[in-house]
């Protein structure tokens, strides 16, 4: 019996996707940001390598739960938790969805400034030095308090509860999507006009644009859930956003139809630095998506085929 | 009798606004006053939990429902796969080529077509549809999707239009037969058609994703559903107003039921019908960008994928490539329209159907030529050029330069216009909204439309959405004035100045059919995220059918009756002012009928920059996929675009029993 089985794992080793497994296409869900399309098209391209079929599909970041729960669909490779998390939890609720673990990704979100607007508001990035400066980044709507662009609503982020709690004197104003945050973000970088706003990383802007994060009072869960803790002792959310990760989800039927990609679809790890570096390739140096994985597979042949090696 | 008749009404309505403006300026002290929480927020334990019925419904429906031997979401996923095949062989011919097997095992077995077999075809339609001119108008529409790179993307918008469109003329031509046929079904029929075109398509989009899967096959779906009603209404109208006499012919003729309807109605409604052939290909290249969050690629994705790393120019030039494919395909099925009968031509195979021959021929030709030669086969990617530097310069310049004149312009508008308009509509007490709307619609139209305003208005009240109700009649009631105010003396400059109409009107095609996100985001640079960058956006879109129908509407104005007004000697001023205008009422607010509906279907749009309205609501509860609550919310939308329908429809039915047309 050991035998048989060692044998078994050796020709697995060898031929690590064809022994029982589907020759369907594997479908890996494409979204609008280029990050995502280079992850996705990092992970589609080795698994064609391990020789699966694959194919991307296009389809919207939340809508696309419904796809995975029938199995229209079956690889998501970017689930932020500051974003999806909700969506996430309710398709793994029906066990359709199972989560195949972090992609290495950390996801940073928090108040965000150009570095010209150090020399008009010294103290920066301490969030105490926004106390004395609101006026600075006031405008006609929301003068005489300062203007923070806060994300789409859906994304929480609890910042209207921030600024009370820890005394900010801050409107804050939605952005309905993450295009329209940036655009404002480029025409007053464009005028060096004050702004303070909700910038995520890894993304492109932080490294097309000069700036900082605020640095907040650490986060810790505590902070958000006791009034108690933190430099406002009758108020919750005086702190930093929380940090997470960056999550890969799949259909649950495919670790039982492609064993052996579900695997190196777990397997699958990638650092902040390599995949920024990658981002700023195809969004600020024109690169194509193709190139820009083909370019960091060449290099990095031992990680990649680390994630199909048994 | 009129005069006192007129005073009446006045006093009427300075009683409603007067009335309203207290509640709505101290509804507050009421509350206050009185303790009654009521006043201004509608009590939560009277809400209906609407919401969750409806997703348990619809999870049923998707989980459950059967009919004994197949379920309900097999029989969906059954026409799924009967649209996807023709759709798959579409974008095989005309960008995948046909393989078999897949990835490195594939085998091609045929190319697809060349872009150049492509255009020589679309040119060939052209020539055969009107003449040379339209020819090298759709060659050169097409050209522009070569040079400019977007061919393969462009091409995969080409296939789902030419599924979309089909499906959608051929179904609203037999549903509005059968509507024409049975009286009952004419009936039940229009309110659907009313919901199909006025709830947000992302109000119903997870359900259809549940139901027919994954991919450019819900797409199509969700665009047959927005872009078929104008074509069942058109049929509707177009059968109607065919003439008794050819009705009469026909059945002197000894026509069967059948034989009359196929061989006489529809033939002599063909020049009707195909103005909804045309309105049902400008509404699913509207859809192109919703269609392309669900799956369908192509140039929508795009614009999408450009606008989210604010590469403007590469926005606009994908958004152009569907206003060119648009333009192409517009005045291709509208020749048609108008196209005569020829006489066939003698002489053999070739020289009878030339140009037929010159397609057969340019794609064999193209076929072979492309194996040697890959130019042949795709447009060279050497070749293809960018305009996007240039409109990211252009647009930091307009930034940097007239910045703080949009702000200063801004601030104006905002504080004088926006703001109180804003506090007046937020500040009515839901109680007297209802009553106030239905007071409205009764006076205007009668007690039946009056009870359905306000029964209407109930419906979102008791859903608990009276407060982004309110925000969404305010942002679309100014956006709409700005827009007529605007619109129409451009109409009527369209109307009285031929070389400045075609123009202007261009201009409105233009704008209707560029992508709303292509400017979006330049409005969002320019202006801040914020209500007033949502009304611009609001009003650029809405603005083209106030243009049209003013021009529209002085053009036919019947000769005779300017004829008569020269004769007594009006000046063209008094010529507008006295005759042509007050005749155009109807078509004006027909107009602004339409103008009403294109606002409210921006709203979603609109929630992208942040405004807090219905739109955001569907906005939200798609990206929770809670299809419950988006469809309560595409609902509300939906009501007020009725009860606006109908206030308008009854107040243009009385201007015309007026002016006796």
């Known amino acids: ?310 | 009798m009129t005069a006192r008749l007129l005073r009446s009404g006045t006093l009427f309505w300075t009683v409603l606004f007067a009335v309203t403006w207290v509640l709505s300026s101290y509804s507050f002290q009421l509350y206050k006053a009185f303790d009654a929480r009521w006043i201004v927020r509608f009590p939560k334990k009277w809400q209906l939990p609407l919401e969750d019925r409806i997703s348990d419904f619809l999870d049923w429906l998707v989980e459950d429902a059967s009919f004994h031997f197949f379920s309900f979401r097999d029989l969906t996923r059954a026409i799924a796969a009967l649209i996807e095949a023709p759709y798959q062989v579409l974008r095989n011919v005309l960008i995948e080529g046909f393989s078999s097997g897949y990835g490195d095992t594939a085998v091609q077995i045929a190319p697809s077509l060349s872009w150049l077999a492509v255009i020589v075809t679309i040119m060939a339609v052209g020539h055969y549809a009107r003449d040379w001119f339209l020819s090298v108008l759709v060659g050169v529409c097409f050209l522009y999707l070569a040079v400019f790179g977007q061919w393969e993307s462009a091409m995969i918008t080409l296939a789902s239009v030419l599924i979309a469109v089909p499906i959608g003329v051929i179904g609203g031509l037999l549903l509005g037969i059968f509507a024409y046929r049975a009286r009952w079904f004419e009936r039940l029929i229009q309110p659907v058609l009313d919901l199909m075109q006025t709830v947000p398509v992302f109000a119903y989009l997870v359900p259809i994703l549940i139901l027919f899967g994954f991919g450019p096959v819900a797409a199509l779906v969700a665009t047959v559903i927005y872009a078929m009603p104008p074509m069942v209404r058109i049929t509707i109208v177009a059968l109607k107003t065919v003439p008794k006499e050819i009705v009469e012919a026909g059945m002197m003729a000894g026509c069967r039921k059948r034989q009359m309807m196929w061989k006489v109605l529809v033939p002599s409604a063909i020049p009707t019908l195909m103005v909804g052939v045309n309105q049902v290909i400008m509404l699913t290249l509207n859809m192109v960008i919703i269609a392309s969050m669900i799956g369908a690629g192509g140039l929508g994705f795009d614009v999408l994928a450009s606008l989210r790393r604010l590469d403007i120019g590469g926005g606009i030039e994908a958004g152009l490539g569907i206003v060119v494919m648009a333009i192409a395909l517009d005045r291709a099925s509208q020749a048609f329209a108008d196209r005569s009968a020829r006489h066939p031509l003698d002489g053999n195979l070739l020289q009878r159907h030339p140009w037929s021959g010159t397609v057969v021929l340019v794609i064999g030709a193209t076929l072979i030529l492309g194996q040697f030669v890959p130019a042949v086969q795709t447009y060279p990617d050497a070749l293809t050029i960018t305009t996007g530097p240039f409109w990211s310069d252009a647009m930091k310049w307009i930034n940097v330069n007239f910045f703080d004149t949009f702000e200063a312009i801004k601030t104006v508008i905002l504080q004088w216009l926006l703001l109180p308009v804003k506090k007046f509509f937020t500040g009515i007490p839901w109680a007297w909204g209802i009553i106030a709307t239905g007071l409205m619609a009764w006076r205007v139209g009668g007690w039946k439309i009056g009870l359905l305003a306000a029964l209407l208005m109930t419906f979102i009240a008791t859903s608990g959405l009276w407060p982004k109700a309110m925000v969404t009649i305010y942002l679309c009631g100014v956006s709409v004035l700005i827009a007529t105010l605007i619109g129409i003396p451009l109409g009527i400059w369209a109307a009285e100045s031929p070389r400045a109409g075609r123009v202007i009107l261009g201009l409105m095609d233009t704008l209707q059919t560029l992508p709303s996100f292509v400017y979006l985001i330049p409005v969002v640079m320019l202006f801040r995220v914020g209500d007033f960058s949502a009304m611009i956006a609001v009003i650029l879109y809405a603005l083209a059918p106030a243009v049209r129908y003013a021009a529209h509407g002085l053009k036919e104005v019947p000769p005779a009756l300017i004829e008569a007004g020269l004769m007594s000697g009006c000046t063209r001023r008094q010529l507008l002012m006295r005759i042509k205008l007050p005749l155009a009422t109807p078509q004006l607010y027909l107009g602004l009928n339409q103008t009403i509906m294109l606002a409210l279907s921006m709203l979603v749009i609109t929630a992208l920059v942040g405004t807090r309205d219905l739109g955001q609501e569907v906005y939200i509860a798609l990206t929770k996929a809670n299809a419950g609550q988006g469809i309560v919310a595409g609902l509300s939308v939906a009501f007020i675009a009725i009860i606006t329908d109908r206030i308008i429809n009854a107040l243009a039915a009385g201007q015309r029993d007026r002016l006796g047309i």
Request: hydrophobic share 40%; aromatic share 12%.
């Open chain 1, 1 to 310: 019996m050991k035998r048989v089985s060692l044998a078994l794992t050796a020709m697995l080793a060898v031929a690590p996707a064809l022994a029982a497994e589907s020759s369907d296409p594997i479908k890996l869900t494409l979204h609008d940001w280029s990050g995502q399309l280079i992850t996705t098209t990092l992970m589609g391209e080795v698994l064609k390598k391990a020789g699966y079929n694959v194919e991307y599909v296009q389809a919207d970041y939340i809508a696309q739960f419904a796809g995975l729960k029938t199995g229209d669909l079956h690889v998501a490779m970017e689930i932020w938790e500051t974003t999806g998390r909700e969506a996430m939890d309710a398709a793994f609720e029906t066990g359709d969805v199972v989560n195949l673990g972090e992609t290495g990704l950390q996801a940073i979100e928090e108040w965000w400034y150009p570095a010209y607007m150090k020399e008009r508001c010294p103290g920066l990035p301490n969030w105490e030095a926004l106390k004395e400066c609101a006026g600075e980044f006031s405008t006609p709507e929301t003068a005489p308090f300062g203007r923070y662009l806060g994300g789409p609503v859906t994304w929480g982020g609890f910042d209207d509860e921030r600024v009370e709690a820890l005394g900010l004197d801050f409107e804050v104003v939605h952005a309905g999507t993450d295009a329209a945050l940036f655009a404002e973000l480029e025409a007053a970088y464009q005028r060096q006009d004050p702004i303070v706003l909700w910038v995520y990383a890894p993304h492109w802007a932080p490294a097309k644009y000069d700036g900082e994060f605020v640095e907040f009072p650490p986060f810790s869960p505590e902070c958000y859930s006791d009034p108690s803790v933190g430099v406002n002792p009758d108020a919750a959310y005086d702190c930093g956003k929380p940090r997470g990760p960056i999550w890969k989800v799949s259909w649950a039927g495919l670790a039982e139809k492609w064993p052996g990609a579900a695997k190196a679809i777990e397997n699958f790890n990638l650092s902040n630095a390599d995949y920024g570096a990658m981002v700023t390739e195809v969004d600020l140096n024109g690169k194509s998506i193709d190139d820009t994985v083909a370019a960091w597979m060449e290099g990095n042949k031992d990680t990649w085929t680390g994630w199909i090696a048994k």
